[in-house]
């Protein structure tokens, strides 16, 4: 799975509490972004980040914040969590999108249930 | 608006039959396309990409397949087996940006 460790694997939450979602990766990629996935749709973009301290938004990133103090570790918040939150979260890095197309690789995902 | 195979249909194959899964996309500005396969549980995996420079490339047992004139694409597997019952999205990139589109996909059943 690409060294890409996702924790916890699974939550569950009540609305209005803080969770925090971690990714740990072994491949030193500068890129990595958090994604959730539900019925319906495809992967969405929360954030993503290009290095240690620079991250960017995404498509759905409305309620979400970001960390990376490290190249290997990419935090995914809730500050508040609330039911529409619930999803599967996955983790994912690349080489830089530059380097003429660069495929994603994913952990397997943290599935979260906010009650 | 942008899209790429919004609709999950099921396909059903014989163990042993050459599977066929279609995918198009709506971004005449995309230039790099990626399969992957999502088995239940487990995260997206790599299966193959292919750049818009190419219209066909082959790996172990699959080929991907580009026409960008009705842009679509296709993923073909060899001989079929059991273990590649699954879920099958595309996605597609424009080379040099963070933004990459997915489909929902297509569920692939291999039948005994």
């Known amino acids: 799975d690409a060294g890409i460790t996702q924790s916890p694997r699974h939550k569950v939450t009540e609305t209005g509490t803080p969770v925090t979602l971690r990714c740990h990766q072994t491949?030193?990629?500068?890129?990595m972004y958090w994604y959730r996935q539900d019925p319906g749709h495809g992967l969405r973009l929360i954030h993503y980040?290009?290095?240690?301290?620079?991250?960017d938004k995404g498509e759905v990133s409305d309620g979400y914040s970001v960390s990376r103090s490290k190249t290997e570790d990419f935090l995914l918040t809730l500050e508040s969590a609330t039911s529409s939150q619930t999803s599967v979260y996955f983790c994912?890095?690349?080489?830089?999108?530059?380097?003429?197309?660069?495929?994603?690789?994913f952990g397997n995902g943290t599935r979260l249930t906010v009650t | 608006g942008e899209s790429v195979g919004l609709h999950l249909p099921t396909l059903s194959v014989q163990e042993g039959d050459n599977s066929i899964i279609n995918c198009a996309y709506s971004?005449?500005?995309?230039?790099?396309f990626i399969w992957y396969k999502q088995e239940s549980g487990k995260g997206p995996q790599f299966i193959i990409d292919?750049?818009?420079?190419?219209d066909k490339r082959q790996g172990q047992r699959v080929t991907v397949l580009l026409n960008k004139t009705v842009k679509h694409l296709s993923l073909q597997i060899a001989a079929t087996q059991p273990g590649d019952s699954a879920v099958y999205f595309c996605?597609?990139?424009?080379?040099?940006?963070?933004?990459?589109?997915f489909g929902t996909g297509t569920r692939l059943k291999v039948l005994a």
């Open positions: 994912a890095i690349s080489e830089p999108p530059f380097l003429g197309g660069s495929p994603l690789h």
């Open positions: 491949e030193n990629h500068r890129y």
């Open positions: 980040s290009y290095g240690v301290k620079d991250t």
């Open positions: 971004n005449s500005a995309s230039d790099y």
């Open positions: 292919i750049r818009s420079n190419m």
């Open positions: 996605a597609e990139n424009r080379v040099g940006t963070y933004k990459y589109i």
